[in-house]
């Protein structure tokens, strides 16, 4: 029996060793030997490459808003390793991820006996979360974010009654496939005979798989019923007027910024409607309005200082890329904007870097203290821009980029979200220096 947190924490991340095993039957065992609990409560599955926690939060402040008791379970963290698992945005207390850790680990070590082998990291927290809410701290609905993929994901164990898919790019390639049609099949692989599916996806190539998979599941499926009809940004976020098949939104506020976070929240919205017509959550317009509005993303595109104007965003694949060049061209247009990046080595890195090196006046790089991260160097040697930096030191790289600034510049620090976790501290810290 782990005695601290701290103790709990690291066995959880010593899973890490066993990497990445794709497959349901170690869930299902670890699920079985726990009663059941992922059938104890509803859920929304929620798979795709990018957005997914983005319209997790929008629905899960609106949920709350509305007296629902909503859990949600999704990665990676940003501040502490609880956010994983959390109940109406609160990540859970070190004391109950202690209790869940003991209650997991003698079923591991059991299970590790076995031929189907030892739990890999995601599937023990995986199964950590549908035991809390599910068994220990019943939730009235549970948002589920996939980790990886969708078919053989650990969470593809639940039986949802939503699936959603946010949007299908490159990534992760090296697991799902090197076609927008093989990640599809990947992602479509959440859908379940008889449950209704949502999408924001548009690539027909991506679609077309998602309506074979939806149409040999009997599962309803919503992808262009939902539009946007009027959409301006503002100062603080966008503005846009919706409708469902059900009801029409105008006016509808969010104060995270960029097309992409509007296609989101329009998902949620869609969402949130038809589970209240079907008459699952009653989440009324006012809920709707007020919840889009107070949703914040830590990473996501947000700014932790003012003077200076420094910008963290977690776009770590190339579609992420796109998406917040489109943002800082329509919000800091005639801006001078001074770019850090780092990524993982594993990941397409080089387009993104092209793209942020598009809206840069000065592009910087450096690496973090994680395993798969990148050397700055090489990341560097990727860069065409005439005016680059590298430092192996990401404090020294971010001062670095400061120095090359002046007042009124803009300060954006992106790349893999890991390095957003390590990095944000800091950036705070200047902001509360100045």
């Not at 859920?43 to 990018?50: F, I, K, Q, S």
């Not at 053989?152 to 939503?162: A, K, M, Q, W, Y």
């Amino acid at each position: 029996m782990f005695q601290t947190y701290e103790e709990a924490v690291g066995w959880i991340h010593s899973r890490l060793r066993f990497g990445i095993k794709p497959g349901l039957k170690r869930m299902e065992w670890l699920m079985n030997r726990l009663g059941n609990p992922h059938k104890k409560v509803k859920t929304v599955h929620v798979a795709g490459t990018n957005g997914k926690g983005s319209t997790i939060a929008y629905m899960r402040n609106v949920l709350t808003e509305a007296g629902y008791k909503t859990g949600t379970f999704t990665s990676p963290f940003l501040e502490t390793f609880n956010e994983r698992i959390s109940m109406n945005g609160i990540p859970i207390p070190d004391a109950e991820m202690l209790f869940l850790a003991n209650t997991i680990k003698p079923l591991s070590d059991e299970l590790e006996q076995t031929e189907l082998g030892g739990p890999t990291e995601f599937e023990i927290i995986t199964a950590m979360a549908f035991y809390y809410f599910g068994n220990h701290e019943k939730t009235d609905v549970l948002l589920l974010e996939t980790g990886l993929g969708g078919t053989l994901d650990s969470t593809n164990i639940s039986e949802p009654v939503l699936t959603m898919i946010t949007s299908i790019g490159y990534d992760h390639m090296h697991i799902l496939g090197n076609t927008i049609e093989e990640i599809a099949g990947e992602k479509a692989g959440i859908i379940k005979h008889g449950v209704p599916m949502l999408t924001a996806v548009t690539d027909e190539r991506a679609l077309n798989v998602i309506k074979r998979r939806a149409a040999e599941k009997n599962a309803d499926l919503f992808h262009d019923s939902f539009p946007v009809l009027k959409h301006e940004p503002l100062r603080g976020g966008e503005r846009f007027d919706m409708k469902t098949p059900y009801h029409s939104f105008e006016g509808l506020e969010i104060s995270m910024r960029g097309e992409h976070q509007v296609q989101n929240a329009a998902l949620a919205v869609m969402a949130l409607d038809y589970l209240r017509v079907h008459g699952l959550f009653a989440a009324g317009d006012e809920h709707i309005r007020k919840g889009l509005h107070q949703t914040n993303w830590s990473g996501r595109f947000e700014q932790v200082s003012e003077y200076p104007a420094i910008i963290l965003d977690g776009a770590h694949n190339k579609e992420g890329a796109e998406s917040l060049a489109a943002v800082m061209r329509r919000h800091y247009a005639g801006k001078r904007i001074h770019v850090l990046f780092s990524a993982l080595k594993d990941k397409e890195y080089s387009p993104m870097i092209s793209i942020l090196a598009g809206i840069a006046d000065s592009m910087h790089f450096t690496t973090f203290d994680f395993p798969r991260a990148a050397c700055a160097s090489e990341l560097y040697e990727a860069c065409t821009h005439p005016v680059k930096s590298f430092h192996e030191d990401w404090k020294g790289a971010i001062d670095e980029m400061m120095a090359a600034g002046e007042s009124g510049d803009i300060y954006l620090v992106t790349g893999s979200l890991y390095f957003i976790s390590e990095v944000r501290p800091y950036c705070r810290k200047i902001s509360h220096e100045n």
